[in-house]
């Protein structure tokens, strides 16, 4: 192996940087053991109060200390407010709650901007009490560097007084235990649970303000993704529920990383040995979460698919069959009116679509939260920039879909030991090796037989491909192009009904409801579980060869992994499980703001209060807007053919009696002769 | 393929000296009986007694400490329940869970997908045999729900249906399993007293057209007297007694472990076991709701 070297100021500032992941993590394990909510804008809600901090010192020329109060009071207050909105949700499925807090981190990072928070020079730097700094070896310590040493112990030090000796510590741990059980013995869960968020934000507030000194920029995104997938592995290490193990853990994964900077020159190499010293310390710690004796709730991550029974109404059946006919038929023709830049976006929304598909198998059917979706499209990608030139396009589709389907297993192979969270982090930190590493590097040398491999983007900063032919026919005109991928849009949708219709769905969600139950019915689960991520993959590499085409250029940027909450925000909107929706939720996320991009209503309905909005209103997603649309059409087609009947009786037709019987009353003297007159 | 899956008809299961431990507490202890061939035999014992465990080790989601389950004589020790479940072991759970998202046809159509799985590809590209295949499922799916008056059921999810119809689609999906032993762990729990009078005829019915073998785990013991050829009384993870109900019925050390905590139990047994006759009677017209 290689040999480590570690100076003392690798140590120390790996130190510095592990305990602002230890803060963070402390965050996601308080709110996530009180609630079971895995918050995305844990990050974010600090972010507001080390701007506020600038604002306050630079403009207003408050006192250092004041201002220090104020912006992290800020925080608590919206770390209450966000527990106040996102409350209602918490019984809910928890892929349905997390895609709330990826909204909320997104309406927040809009409330940094707002004239009151956000300071007049944004590149101001985030101010740092006292002028203190320290040289070890070669490196000098900023102030900043300085503050947080001292100031993040001590927070974590107080929470951890807080939580074992405050009467709201002793609430939120019963909470944590069980609920129901603390609430029928006197715990005012309700105003622990709101406790619990404000604390989590003005532990926030310590996290942004400790790190941001080092910021150029204070408008940043915090939770980038990197910080997401070391603070989660950090909060898992904990398993979700030590504060103390996942602050500590914390630590450690700072000193590592800072550790695989100074020791190993390769960014990508730097990335492979963090994904797999994760991986290995994800599998080794999954036996602390599993003997834990809320085991159980797994399976709460696995629900929510979209309540919707089969109809046997013959009438509903015909609506909701003629209404799909009508819109590919929409959709086939649209090309032929619209410009280069909407057939460009046209192709696009078609992509995504099918992107969001192939995680509605893996989500919405299999139960499998996955974080990472975008990581295999990009896998699809680096095919087409390969093998785009020489291979024809059908063959081409089918092969990045078997590679793609390959990977997917593979990454997929830890969820078969490992509870859905844990899924959601292996994957997360697949898509971000996938961009970092992998993508970033054109060839790489196989140690032991010296060989070079290409599995990276040929030129990681610009690649160009040019767009192939299709059965002799270009498409190198984006109206081609855009029935190019509307077919491969209407193939996936045909080849996804066909798998809920005609059983390879059945034994997908029978794994995911009832694991044992199906173990004792005799289906495979293991091989079940691989198959959804087989077919999952499949789509999501033929998906990342026409993305590619569609684009012609892109870079390791084109593959950024914060695209997968995007598109896990298109499944949910849409409708977990849904089909439709998927679609529904690709053209809500993708294609309308790039089409009224300017229009506020659009801009409010798609941001993250639109989001949010959604979730808590319509929890079944468009696709439930969508199926209560139908039924409605239904009752007023029946309404009217009623009336006519009884003005004009029909005579029973023969066939009527094989009909299935219809959910209304009244409707079997109803044929579907009728309905086309 | 050989071993016991090759076979058909109903199976023997003999259980020798079966043992586990859960922490210390010997859960089952030393607990030997035999189910001949075509026999239904009751486990009966208070809570806690090992009956559940003992199925669960049969069934091998458990593995026993100790001791021999063999089907036809051959020792089941390296097989998986999924394999156990291809050799003609079926269970049905207590709660009865099943699947709560799927159909009730969703649900008797996986029961077919076990013996036949799912092509992936061919399905996927509708090919004719797929088709074929998965037509010959629905009818042999559709003649079972039919048979179980399940018609009005077809499409509602497992969610929306009460435990008794539940019962009713895991019974179904049993016949379509096609068992050699079938373990029932207390198919009447959570059902009103009535409708579990209405499962003594549907599990005969089922134990003939099945053709199977039946251990059946039950805390009403009328039914279990009314039902099985042979008992096994449980306390504390032992067997306490085993024989034919009549012995059973008899034997002091049974009526202390389990039917002597109070005479009711005894004198509720006492007027279905005095007219069979009369309860199978009744049984028709109840088990056509």
């Known amino acids: ?677 | 393929m050989s071993g016991p899956g090759s076979r058909s008809g109903p199976a023997r299961l003999t259980v020798e000296n079966l043992g586990v431990t859960f922490g210390g507490v010997r859960a089952v202890d030393n607990v030997s009986f035999t189910a001949e061939p075509g026999a239904i035999v009751g486990l009966i014992g208070a809570n806690g007694s090992g009956k559940t465990t003992t199925l669960d080790m049969v069934s091998g989601l458990v593995a026993p400490r100790q001791g021999t389950v063999r089907l036809d004589g051959t020792d089941l020790v390296d097989y998986l329940p999924e394999e156990r479940e291809r050799i003609g072991i079926v269970r049905s759970f207590q709660d009865c869970r099943l699947f709560p998202e799927l159909s009730v046809l969703d649900i008797l159509m996986l029961c077919e997908d076990v013996k036949r799985e799912v092509a992936v590809v061919s399905t996927t590209l509708q090919l004719p045999w797929a088709r074929r295949a998965e037509s010959r499922k629905r009818a042999a799916v559709d003649e079972v729900i039919g048979a179980f008056g399940l018609e009005r059921f077809r499409h509602h999810r497992t969610a929306e249906l009460s435990t008794g119809t539940r019962r009713v689609v895991d019974l179904a999906s049993i016949i379509l399993a096609a068992p050699r032993l079938l373990l029932l762990d207390e198919p009447t729990a959570g059902i009103a007293q009535r409708e579990a009078e209405a499962f003594i005829p549907l599990l005969r019915r089922l134990h003939e057209v099945a053709d199977t073998t039946i251990v059946l785990v039950e805390h009403d013991v009328p039914l279990v007297f009314e039902l099985c050829s042979s008992v096994v009384v449980m306390e504390l993870g032992r067997v306490v007694a085993d024989g034919p109900p009549d012995v059973v019925r008899a034997d002091p050390r049974a009526l202390a472990a389990y039917l002597g905590a109070s005479d009711e139990a005894i004198f509720a047994s006492g007027p279905t076991a005095a007219g069979p006759k009369g309860v199978s009677a009744t049984g028709p017209d109840v088990d056509g709701e």
């Not at chain 1, 019915?521 to 999501?540: D, N």
Request: charged share 10%; aromatic share 8%; with cysteine.
């Open chain 1, 1 to 677: 192996m290689l040999a480590l070297s570690a100076p003392n100021f690798v140590l120390v500032q790996g130190v510095i940087i592990g305990l602002g992941y230890g803060l963070l993590a402390v965050g996601l394990v308080l709110i996530y053991r009180t609630n079971r909510v895995l918050n995305f804008a844990q990050g974010q809600v600090g972010v507001i109060a080390a701007v506020f901090l600038v604002k306050l010192t630079a403009d207003f020329k408050f006192e250092y200390w004041f201002a220090l109060v104020l912006s992290i009071g800020l925080a608590a207050a919206v770390g209450a407010l966000s527990e106040l909105v996102l409350r209602r949700l918490f019984n809910r499925p928890r892929v349905l709650v997390m895609v709330a807090t990826i909204g909320l981190s997104q309406v927040l990072l809009a409330l940094t901007a707002l004239p009151f928070i956000r300071p007049h020079n944004l590149y101001k730097p985030v101010p740092v009490p006292f002028d203190l700094s320290f040289t070890l070896g070669t490196t000098i310590f900023s102030p900043g560097e300085v503050l947080t040493l001292i100031v993040a112990p001590i927070v974590a030090v107080t929470l951890a007084l807080a939580v074992r000796s405050t009467s709201w510590g002793l609430n939120m741990r019963a909470m944590s235990e069980n609920a129901d059980s603390a609430r029928l013995s006197g715990v005012w869960i309700r105003r622990t649970s709101t406790l619990t968020w404000t604390v989590a934000g003005a532990l926030s507030a310590f996290t942004a303000i400790l790190n941001a000194p080092g910021q150029t920029s204070a408008l940043t995104e915090v939770l980038s993704p990197d910080l997401l997938l070391f603070a989660l592995t950090a909060a898992l290490v904990g398993a979700m529920i030590n504060l103390t193990v996942a602050f500590v853990a914390g630590i450690g994964v700072g000193v590592l990383y800072e550790l695989l900077q100074w020791n190993i020159s390769s960014t990508a190499n730097q990335q492979l040995v963090l994904f797999i010293v994760l991986l290995v310390v994800l599998l080794v710690r999954v036996r602390a979460l599993r003997k834990d004796s809320r085991s159980a709730e797994r399976s709460t991550w696995q629900h929510g698919a979209v309540r919707v029974r089969a109809t046997v109404d013959a009438l509903r059946n015909r609506i909701s069959v003629s209404g799909m006919w009508a819109a590919a038929c929409g959709a086939a023709i649209l090309p032929l009116l619209l410009n280069v830049g909407n057939n460009y976006l046209f192709s696009q929304v078609c992509i995504y679509a099918v992107i969001a598909l192939s995680l509605t198998i893996l989500t919405g059917w299999a139960g499998q939260v996955s974080l990472g979706q975008f990581g295999l499209v990009a896998v699809g990608a680096v095919m087409a920039a390969h093998l785009g030139a020489s291979v024809p396009l059908p063959l081409l589709l089918l092969f990045a879909g078997a590679v793609t389907a390959l990977v997917a297993i593979i990454v997929g192979l830890p969820a078969l030991r490992l509870p859905g969270l844990f899924l959601a982090v292996t994957t997360l930190a697949f898509a971000i090796f996938m961009q970092e590493a992998v993508l970033a590097t054109p060839c790489w040398t196989v140690p032991g037989i010296h060989k070079t491999l290409c599995t990276g983007l040929p030129n990681p900063a610009s690649t160009l491909i040019g767009r192939p032919s299709l059965f002799g026919l270009g498409l190198h005109s984006e109206r081609a192009f855009a029935w190019f991928s509307l077919g491969i849009l209407l193939l996936s949708i045909l080849a996804v009904r066909t798998w809920r219709d005609k059983g390879v769905a059945r034994r997908l969600i029978a794994v995911r409801d009832n694991e044992l139950g199906a173990a004792a019915m005799g289906i495979p689960v293991l091989r079940t579980k691989l198959l959804a991520f087989g077919l999952s993959g499949f789509m999501a590499g033929y998906a990342g060869v026409c993305l590619a085409f569609a684009t012609e250029r892109f870079s390791t940027a084109t593959f950024d992994p914060t695209i997968s909450f995007i598109i896990i925000s298109m499944v949910v909107i849409g409708g977990l499980g849904s089909v439709a929706g998927a679609v529904l939720g690709a053209l809500y996320l993708e294609g309308l703001p790039a089409l009224f991009g300017a229009n506020p209503t659009i801009q409010f309905l798609t941001s993250g209060l639109g989001l949010i909005a959604f979730i808590l209103y319509l929890p079944g997603g468009l696709g439930e807007l969508l199926h209560r649309s139908a039924d409605a059409l239904t009752l007023g087609v029946r309404y009217v053919q009623e009336r006519w009947t009884t003005h004009g009786p029909l005579g029973s037709p023969p066939g009527a009696a094989t009909t299935p019987v219809p959910a209304v009353p009244g409707a079997e003297t109803l044929t579907p002769e009728v309905v086309e007159s």
